[in-house]
């Protein structure tokens, strides 16, 4: 087991320097599983963003934009080495600020550092493209992409490390400058992330960090110095960031919440399907915005397979993410766990009926973190709010369904639209599926898959735009249109 990290002040990061908030103010971040500080955490307001953005229109305007690609994917693959050489350091910080199991941060790492050699590539990759045009002069049309400028990046608790390297890559690969604002409760990664910036050599002002509150989020996503806004957070967060955007008519990218339904067909591998199922909410403690938290299941099998999901669920261990042994960590915060454990009563009161979990954990070990049991409802209706609110820890609805056009139709019936997953051995079935469904990713017999070469992002009110593919990088770019007279 790794040893705690020791308390310490962490500062901003901008330009080359790092130095404390100007009001000299710092706030601490504990450890989920005990309650422990981890760190003192320089506080920001909207006078640090200032000195952040101002540093990152300096290094943009200066050298940087201007930098040849391939001088760039070099630095962003000596960035990819230091992550790989600091991985374990890394892995143990995520999992002591936000609670993730130590076996899961070491494979998000991999994740991770996989994505900045993928982005590395498309550094050297970004083109424009000659287009035949029918104007009746002579003339020469093509375009140009160029870097979209300064990029406040605003990211989550709940993958702290993978959040900010997903956001800093594509800027780095386009030649953008960034001023990143981690969540309160998952700041340590980011910062150590930053630090390995420097140290592989890209230029002061390239990326800035600002920690702090909502404070300093809505000052980045009001900035008139601020070209782009990328933003990976709760819906009602980014409305608000929406709305702060309109100053300057930023571009934005939103990535939000969702309720994605996970449907299960009678003729499925169903041990592999109520273990994916399973594992589709209650990994990371259900702290996943794609969860599958609505459980489809075709009426033949419903008591069975629900009762499989909650086997699966009870044989968790569940633990501080530091021990190796754990599956299931702590919620992030006494806040969220006030939150998730509400939706015991909540969903009670509408009459749905608790199959596994339902429990807040207090004794013994788990006395002085926030740890709360799988959690599994069966006898739930569409409209209840335990199927149609975002909870965001391990709580899954399970509800029946008889046809294909009928779980097509519930499973659209939601505000949110960022994934799905279908269940089946019938490939036509899965096709129907796959094109009727209004969901960003759609995973057949599986759940969760993700990798940098594809897109990934919502419909409707789960946002705009994506993040991974190449729909990542041309976030990152304008396009500008060039006509020459050739006669």
């Known amino acids: 087991m790794s040893k705690p990290l020791q308390v310490e002040r962490k500062r901003l990061l901008i330009g080359e320097n790092w130095v404390d908030a100007l009001s000299g103010e710092t706030f601490p971040t504990l450890d989920p599983a005990n309650g422990q500080v981890l760190a003192h955490i320089a506080r920001a307001a909207p006078a640090d963003v200032d000195l952040a953005v101002a540093a990152a229109r300096k290094a943009f305007t200066g050298p940087w934009s201007k930098l040849r690609p391939a001088e760039r994917q070099r630095l962003i693959l000596r960035l990819a080495d230091l992550v790989d050489r600091d991985a374990e350091e890394l892995a143990v910080m995520d999992t002591l600020e936000m609670g993730r199991p130590i076996v899961d941060s070491r494979r998000v790492i991999g994740i991770v550092s996989r994505g900045l050699r993928h ?44 959040s900010a390297a997903w956001k800093i890559a594509p800027a780095l690969a386009t030649g953008s400058t960034v001023v990143l604002k981690p969540s309160e409760e998952g700041s340590l990664t980011p910062l150590h992330f930053a630090a390995l910036c420097l140290e592989a ?17 809505g000052a980045l996503s009001a900035h008139m110095d601020v070209d782009k806004v990328s933003f990976t957070g709760s819906l009602e967060t980014g409305q608000k960031i929406i709305q702060a955007s309109a100053g300057n008519v930023k571009r934005v990218t939103m990535e939000l919440g969702g309720k994605s339904p996970n449907i299960v067909f009678a003729d499925a591998d169903l041990d592999l399907a109520a273990q994916g ?22 009426r033949s099998i419903h008591d069975e397979f629900v009762e499989r999901v909650a086997h699966h669920g009870r044989q968790l261990r569940i633990g501080a993410g530091i021990d190796p042994e754990t599956q299931l960590g702590p919620i992030v915060s006494a806040k969220q766990l006030d939150r998730v454990t509400s939706y015991f009563d909540i969903g009670r009161q509408e009459g749905a009926r608790i199959v596994s979990g339902g429990e807040r954990l207090s004794d013994a070990a ?72 209004r969901a960003g990713s759609v995973w057949i017999n599986h759940y969760m898959a993700m990798d940098p070469a594809m897109p990934f992002g919502g419909y409707r009110m789960s946002g705009y735009g994506k993040e991974g593919g190449l729909e990542h990088i041309e976030a990152y770019l304008e396009t500008k249109g060039v006509w020459v007279r050739t006669a």
Not at 147 to 152: D, E, F, K, L, Q
Not at 387 to 409: H, N, W
Request: glycine letters at 10%; hydrophobic letters at 45%; proline letters at 6%.
């Open 119 to 162: 982005f590395a590539g498309l550094a050297t990759s970004i083109r424009g493209a000659t287009a035949p045009n029918s104007h009746p002069l002579d003339l020469l049309s093509y375009t140009l992409k160029e870097p979209v400028g300064v990029v406040a990046a605003i990211i989550p608790w709940n993958g702290p490390l993978f």
């Open 201 to 217: 050599g890209i230029p002061a002002g390239v990326v800035n960090v600002v920690t702090g509150f909502g404070d300093v989020g």
């Open 277 to 298: 199922s399973a594992m589709a909410v209650f990994a990371n403690s259900g702290q996943v915005c794609a969860a599958g938290t609505r459980l489809y299941v075709e």
């Open 366 to 437: 788990y006395a002085s973190g926030n740890f709360v049991t799988p959690t599994l409802f069966a006898g739930v209706r569409d409209d209840m709010r335990i199927a149609r609110e975002e909870i965001f820890g391990p709580v899954v609805s399970a509800l029946p369904f008889d046809t294909l056009d009928e779980v097509i139709d519930r499973a659209n019936d939601s505000r949110f639209g960022l994934a799905a997953g279908v269940w089946t051995s019938n490939v036509t079935k899965a096709h129907q599926a796959i094109r009727r469904l």
